[in-house]
């Protein structure tokens, strides 16, 4: 028999060889490409409806990718494409003011032109309607499996961080504001938001007293919610790892697939052998562009680049208790545990994660002038990751189509940590056998 593969994260051994993984059992093998919140969600999903599985990451380790120090932020009714009626001018007002949130670096990159056409293709008003009806359905679903989630995994708040303080969008531009608020007084027997004047974000927010900002009005959301993505990671590897149905975790870089009879994969290739099994779920961020190009399929993925910063919060700070957007700035607070995260910004600048220490300073400058109290900005350790996003700002989610058995869950963008328990869920459905609980139109490949 093949030797057991080698395992990856939550304290376990990396250093043993992997080899190829065959499939002895009638339960459904399924190998799940990608360790972050998408691929370790999807494992588990898959997990609780009685498949094996194993698990394949290049990294050494859980979470290290966008998962490792996003917003934090579970935004299940914020979810608004980038992509809408009137960005394509604002992207131009971003990127002449250095400190604005777009910065793009042009590159002879035919896949980057093309994403951008694409984008501005989806900048109608029709089209963004469109992607948030959808997206707010399946930001609903989500916020369902996550706490389903927990619940199957024995994750208590306490272990991730887990609040539920609402979520508050603040407005510096009164012609902005009014715009927004104008909608939630359309709507018909109203609904979870609120539309707040500056005095009352105040009341709501008082850590929002000190900023150097003057508020138009803000809107708030209850029930919204933060957790640290990465501690989640870590915990949810850990469950499976002692999971019945865990075959393993193999840390390898995927580079292929095995086609057998019918069209069908029959194996991963990676750089430690092959895995054969019998379902292939695709939940690698941004490499499972390069990994699906193998199958003659170009996903519509490009890495839009954030960053952001955990600072400490000491005894004597006073930091926003309610997760809190800055809609002109594009920043999001949200405090996790004795920390504060701030996230911010879009560069389309390819596949850098790099830290531009330019963009750590803008950061730095803007909110210190919004929450000066806060938290110890001095110690505050930067990162920078990459968004896997497709240019409507919706996940692709079923069957690749290029084989038989080849099933997609990428393209959640800065959405990635929000969607991930309510793509798990789809994705493990179909890949059971059984339909989608969500309709799928705008949520799969054209």
């Not at 027997?189 to 929002?208: F, I, R, T, Y």
């Not at 900002?213 to 499976?240: K, S």
């Not at 911010?344 to 596949?351: I, P």
Request: one cysteine or more; aromatic letters at 6%; glycine letters at 10%.
């Amino acid at each position: 028999m093949a030797a057991a593969p080698a395992f990856i994260g939550s304290g376990c051994s990396s250093s043993l060889p992997c080899r190829a993984v065959e499939s002895r059992s009638p339960m459904k093998h399924c190998v799940v490409i990608g360790g972050g919140v998408v691929g370790l969600t999807t494992a588990w999903a898959l997990a609780e409806r009685g498949m094996q599985v194993t698990l394949v990451e290049r990294a050494g380790a859980v979470g290290t990718g966008a998962s490792r120090a996003n917003g934090g932020q579970l935004s299940y009714r914020y979810v608004s494409p980038l992509a809408d009626e009137g960005v394509p001018l604002k992207a131009i007002r971003w990127l002449l003011d250095p400190d604005g949130p777009l910065r793009f670096k042009p590159e002879f990159d035919s896949h980057q032109w093309s994403w951008m056409f694409a984008f501005l293709r989806a900048c109608r008003r029709q089209v963004n309607r469109r992607s948030t009806a959808r997206l707010l359905e399946l930001g609903a679903h989500s916020q369902a499996s996550f706490v389903a989630l927990c619940r199957s995994a024995a994750l208590a708040a306490e272990d991730i961080e887990l609040r539920s303080p609402g979520k508050l969008v603040v407005y510096r531009k009164a012609g902005e504001f009014e715009r927004i608020a104008a909608k939630l007084r359309s709507v018909a027997n109203g609904g979870p938001e609120q539309a707040l004047s500056h005095d009352e974000c105040v009341a709501l927010e008082p850590a929002l007293s000190s900023t150097e900002a003057t508020l138009a009005g803000g809107i708030f959301t209850q029930g919204e919610a933060v957790a640290d993505c990465y501690r989640l990671c870590v915990l949810l590897a850990d469950r499976l790892q002692r999971h019945g149905n865990l075959r393993g975790f193999v840390q390898a870089d995927a580079l292929g697939f095995v086609s057998g009879k019918g069209g069908a994969a029959v194996a991963l290739k990676t750089s430690e052998g092959e895995i054969a099994a019998d379902e292939f779920i695709v939940a690698a961020g941004l490499q499972s562009r390069a990994l699906m190009l193998g199958t003659g399929l170009s996903l519509p993925l490009y890495p839009l680049k954030g960053y952001s910063l955990t600072a400490p919060i000491g005894a004597g700070h006073q930091p926003p208790v309610v997760s809190v957007t800055d809609f002109e700035k594009k920043i999001v607070y949200a405090r996790i545990g004795s920390e504060l995260r701030v996230a911010a910004m879009v560069d389309m600048v390819g596949e850098d994660t790099s830290i531009d220490p330019h963009r750590i300073a803008s950061l730095q400058r803007a909110v210190r002038a919004t929450f000066p109290l806060a938290a110890d900005y001095d110690r505050a350790e930067p990162w920078a990751g990459l968004r896997p996003a497709t240019p409507t700002g919706a996940p692709i989610l079923g069957a690749a189509k290029t084989m038989k058995n080849l099933w997609l869950n990428v393209g959640h963008g800065a959405l990635g940590f929000t969607f991930s328990f309510g793509c798990a869920d789809i994705v493990a459905e179909l890949v059971a056998g059984r339909a989608s609980p969500l309709q799928l139109d705008g949520l799969q490949l054209a």
